[in-house]
């Protein structure tokens, strides 16, 4: 009998379609492309593809009994922060490991679907199928960082090569943004968190209580033709809109526009994307911006970002809407319209600090999120390249306030 007979046929299905897509987003970058770092805070393509396969190895395999490792180095090369599991290679050095190449790597994966497809087939019960629904969510969270830190890669290479082939359908004309309106929401003690049904990261529960006081949500997020009036009004020139750190950042790094803008020398703007450098479109949701101009925007446009209770309550009234999630052919935000996930993750005012009664796992796997539980900040919703079916109304996207390579937008709120 086969194993796809004898495995659970979800899970297995899942397992299989999971890593197929990994390859399918790393296949148009060439080896050169996956071995490359671009920042310390990024990873080559190669190394996620190999780390991914490391999580399923060391979490599920060797404890299962009875795997013999591909290779006994790769537990140093591609560990991640796993303190408990051992020293790792350094984090700014990833693009430095020339070898295993890319091929190899390729291998890696191969030889560790097979053991899992083998040991789904013959475990009993569903014994492992929560380390493996872990190991599949991280798989998609590494999904849409490989594309991250690839475009980061590209966006330095003086000609701008695309990683995905330009559409045959891709919109050629550039209309009119959908004009912005506000929606109410009441105020007074709601639920957050995740509620126990389906699966969920350890950072999004407990589920508990908040107070909110009644406020207003935008009902689309910030365009790029609302960004460029913001610019117009010399947006990055006044410190009065700035926070402190945020305006020191703006003089450090030389921001005047959204990561991946580009001026031509009409004077039009550009944006360097997945399909390569392409005319801005101003109904599509500013992308590729940092904690403090999302901050500084909200500031000058007198509004307010919102907390992350305010923006998951708020969701919930529009929570079937989607707008584009991660599509191997785009890997590109669509037009703003009236929904809450999908296109670009949303800047909220709240640093990531755990819930009440939060409480990490025990063990390695513990390690997973509490640990990055300062200085950074929580972004809602999805983007363009979050794979479909990781999205929901409870995942606590987090990053550092300067962070400008993450599909980030924002959305605002008042009073």
């Not at 796993?82 to 890696?108: D, Q």
């Not at 950072?203 to 006081?213: K, Q, Y």
């Not at 390569?276 to 904690?291: D, K, N, Q, T, Y």
């Not at 996207?397 to 924002?410: D, E, I, T």
């Amino acid at each position: 009998m086969t194993s796809s007979a004898l495995a659970p046929p979800t899970l297995l299905a899942r397992f299989r379609d999971v890593r197929a897509l990994t390859e399918r987003l790393a296949s148009p970058l060439s080896p050169e492309d996956q071995t490359a770092q671009s920042m310390p805070e990024a990873s080559p393509t190669k190394w996620h593809r190999a780390h991914t396969s490391w999580f399923f190895e060391e979490f599920l395999l060797g404890p299962a009994g009875g795997h013999r490792p591909f290779d006994p180095t790769f537990r140093y090369l591609f560990n991640s922060y796993y303190e408990a599991v051992g020293p790792r290679h350094p984090r700014p050095h990833r693009g430095l490991i020339t070898r295993p190449s890319a091929e190899e790597v390729g291998r890696y994966r191969a030889h560790v679907d097979r053991a899992v497809d083998e040991l789904l087939a013959h475990a009993p019960g569903g014994v492992h199928d929560e380390i493996v629904e872990l190991g599949l969510n991280h798989e998609q969270q590494h999904q849409e960082l490989l594309v991250m830190d690839a475009l980061h890669l590209l966006s330095h290479h003086p000609f701008g090569p695309a990683m995905v082939q330009r559409p045959a359908d891709a919109p050629t004309d550039d209309p009119d943004p959908l004009p912005q309106s506000w929606r109410a929401v009441p105020g007074g003690l709601h639920e957050i968190g995740h509620d126990g049904k389906g699966f969920a990261f350890d950072n999004e529960g407990p589920r508990h209580t908040v107070h909110l006081v009644p406020f207003e949500i935008a009902e689309r997020a910030v365009t790029n033709e609302d960004w460029l009036a913001f610019m117009t009004d010399d947006g990055y020139s006044r410190p009065e809109l700035w926070l402190s750190d945020g305006w020191a950042a703006v003089r450090r790094h030389g921001w005047r526009a959204p990561g991946y803008w580009r001026q031509e020398e009409d004077g039009r703007w550009t944006v360097f994307g997945a399909a390569g450098v392409r005319p801005l479109r101003r109904a599509e949701p500013v992308c590729h911006i940092s904690f403090y101009e999302a901050d500084a925007y909200a500031r000058w446009a007198g509004a307010r970002l919102p907390t992350e209770a305010e923006w998951e309550v708020a969701a919930r009234d529009v929570a079937e809407r989607r707008g584009g999630l991660l599509d191997p052919d785009r890997l590109h935000p669509g037009p703003a319209g009236r929904h809450m996930i999908g296109d670009v993750w949303e800047w909220t005012s709240s640093a990531y600090l755990p819930y009440p009664g939060f409480r990490p796992a025990e063990g390695a796997v513990g390690e997973y999120n509490g640990k990055f539980m300062s200085d950074q900040h929580v972004l809602r919703g999805a983007s363009c390249v979050t794979p479909a079916g990781h999205e929901r109304l409870t995942y606590r996207n987090f990053y550092p306030a300067a962070s400008r390579w993450v599909f980030a937008g924002l959305r605002l709120a008042r009073p």
